[in-house]
């Protein structure tokens, strides 16, 4: 009846890059769970923070003007419309917490790194 | 300029158990982290949902019809207004993400229990 959620379990179940899968919801908050690998687009999200927590491996989050890196067991939050391109030299696990039907590619033109939105594990 | 935030270099600067302490804010949300250990009161939270996240150990929440048990790795969303119960055996490391605002004790009359809000770390 009162199950928990396990992220491991839930990364056993994908292994796309950059595409975010919900595993909770909160109010109207989603806990979402991506790998990531490689460069994703430079993009922003005009009406929300984003939150990154890193559940396995390194990224790096890069600003117009600098940038953070991020390991296992740390994270950041994006302030709303702050432009960042997120990166990772190989595969990082991570959880992004963000209101529901945020957009992966955030105020960019819909496109081939475009998530669909919801898809729940 | 961009400094990640490390839940481990937090965690190190307080020891008091069930009194959760801000370590990041998102929209009107907060990051809080925790330490449980034995037991903490029955309560709710009429007003919102309330998101658990193991970082280390083990912890059980006990419903009035039943429990789930999590440990590092795990979460778990407690509906608004469900009564619950986090008990831990033996010192376990936990995120909690609320609403500002979100009191530790809900529904019960403030007392020895309650953590005051905002303390940030």
């Excluded at 003007?65 to 991570?94: N, Q, T, Y």
């Excluded at 955030?106 to 081939?112: I, L, V």
């Excluded at 998530?115 to 729940?120: F, H, I, K, Y």
């Amino acid at each position: 009846m009162y199950e928990a959620i396990s992220l491991e379990q839930k990364f056993s179940l994908f292994s796309e890059r950059f595409q975010p899968k919900v595993v909770a919801r909160m109010n109207d908050y989603e806990f979402k769970i991506a790998r990531a690998e490689g460069d994703f687009i430079w993009h922003s999200h005009p009406d929300t923070d984003e939150t990154f927590l890193i559940i396995d491996g390194e990224m790096r989050i890069d600003f117009r003007d600098g940038s953070v890196s991020l390991k296992a067991g740390e994270m950041f939050v994006v302030p709303r419309g702050v432009e960042h391109k997120p990166f990772a030299a190989s595969e990082c696990r991570i959880m992004l917490i963000e209101p529901v039907g945020t957009v992966n590619t955030g105020d960019q033109p819909r496109g081939e790194r475009t998530a669909p939105n919801g898809v729940e594990l």
